[in-house]
């Protein structure tokens, strides 16, 4: 089957470092999306793995492993806008886009 | 402004009665998906279009039609509405096929389905 896990709920504090982990069992495997949508709001994209290793585009990097069907969102410098809820997707098997359940993220003062 | 538009945001209704979430772009976007978003569950893609013309089912298509006439239109129909219907619903597009181009959301529609 089909699935992607990541955990329900992180807590962290402001100006340190989270990162939140996701493992995915897919059909095919097309890339791997992170987003963050903030509570009543629509998603907004943050990073796309293709390739195993790490992309990292300002305080937010991604890592990806195909052969252990892991990746991690890495968040540096917390900032308290950045109480989200994060996603993880897959492009498997054809176009279908798979999303975790996501990962409610809080940041304390 | 680049952006996915849906109509209406929220909508209440009844059961059975026929109702329609339209979905605009102005990206040019070839791929646009509807998805629901239901706590504890995420985001699920409903249907997908790669193109005019072309669209196909995705994980949760029951009780959903879907068309796209024109490239810029995706309008997700509800033929009978039932109360297991009522979700948060999205629309996205991307550039072309999910492999690598990022989605962008419509602001979303809460439908209630009394």
């Known amino acids: 089957g089909q699935n992607i896990d990541q955990p329900t709920e992180m807590t962290a504090t402001e100006g340190a470092i989270v990162q939140i982990n996701c493992t995915y069992q897919t059909s095919g495997f097309n890339g791997l999306f992170w987003y963050q949508q903030h509570a009543g709001e629509a998603p907004t994209f943050l990073s796309y793995?293709?390739?195993?290793g790490l992309e990292e585009k300002g305080r937010f990097s991604s890592f990806l492993s195909r052969s252990k069907g892991y990746s991690y969102l890495l968040l540096k410098e917390l900032q308290m806008k950045d109480s989200a809820s994060y996603l993880c997707?897959?492009?498997?098997?054809?176009?279908?886009?798979?999303f975790g359940a996501g990962t409610r993220l809080f940041v304390k003062a | 402004e680049a952006q996915v538009t849906q109509n209406p945001r929220y909508l209440i209704t009844v059961t059975g009665k026929k109702l329609t979430v339209t979905c605009s772009q102005n990206?040019?976007?070839?791929?646009m998906s509807w998805y629901r978003q239901d706590p504890g569950l995420g985001l699920r893609q409903i249907y997908y279009s790669m193109n005019v013309e072309v669209t196909d089912k995705g994980d949760v298509p029951e009780g959903y039609k879907v068309s796209r006439k024109e490239k810029r239109n995706f309008p997700l129909i509800l033929e009978s509405p039932s109360p297991n219907q009522t979700s948060l619903y999205f629309c996205?597009?991307?550039?072309?096929?999910?492999?690598?181009?990022?989605?962008?959301f419509g602001q979303g529609t809460r439908l209630t389905v009394v």
């Open positions: 997707a897959v492009s498997g098997r054809g176009f279908k886009t798979i």
């Open positions: 996205a597009s991307s550039l072309s096929s999910p492999r690598g181009a990022e989605a962008f």
């Open positions: 990206m040019n976007h070839e791929y």
């Open positions: 793995n293709v390739l195993d």
